[in-house]
């Protein structure tokens, strides 16, 4: 009677885990736009988002994807309206060089909009900053 309980008990954990890959899958968690940041970008001091969309952007989140495919937190924005730029981190001693040939991630949600499904992202260097440029799709 006990393997009957945990194998029942087992069974129902494996349900509740597929539907919650299968809301996952369905686009419901954030989605993201990656991009290799150009090795010779002359960037040195700040990352700028840029809104270059007709939304206004309700969160802005930029990662960092490591050498073991982790994805860490470089910094974020909230409320950007259109046309405005926002830094969201400053680097001491040109350390944003390291950067260079490295890939990020951006996750988007517009206000009303699924997450990062109506925006394409450019990547720019202005005045020694890398400014990511997001616009409507």
């Not at 940041?37 to 990352?47: A, E, L, R, V």
């Not at 060089?97 to 909009?113: D, E, P």
């Not at 992202?121 to 997001?134: M, N, Q, S, T």
Request: charged share 30%; aromatic share 6%.
């Amino acid at each position: 009677m006990r393997h009957l309980t945990k194998l029942l008990l087992l069974a129902l954990m494996a349900v509740v885990v597929c539907g919650f890959s299968a809301r996952a899958a369905k686009g419901k968690g954030p989605g993201y736009i990656t991009k290799t940041i150009p090795g010779d970008f002359n960037i040195k001091d700040k990352i700028v988002v840029e809104n270059e969309s007709s939304y206004r952007l309700q969160e802005v989140h930029v990662y960092l994807i490591n050498s073991k495919g982790k994805y860490v937190k470089l910094g974020s924005a909230r409320n950007v309206k259109t046309d405005e730029k926002v830094v969201i981190k400053s680097y001491d001693d040109n350390k944003l060089q390291s950067l260079r040939g490295r890939k990020i991630a951006i996750s988007i949600i517009g206000a009303g909009q699924r997450p990062t499904s109506n925006f394409k992202v450019k990547l720019d260097d202005h005045r020694h900053d890398l400014y990511i440029e997001i616009e409507n799709k």
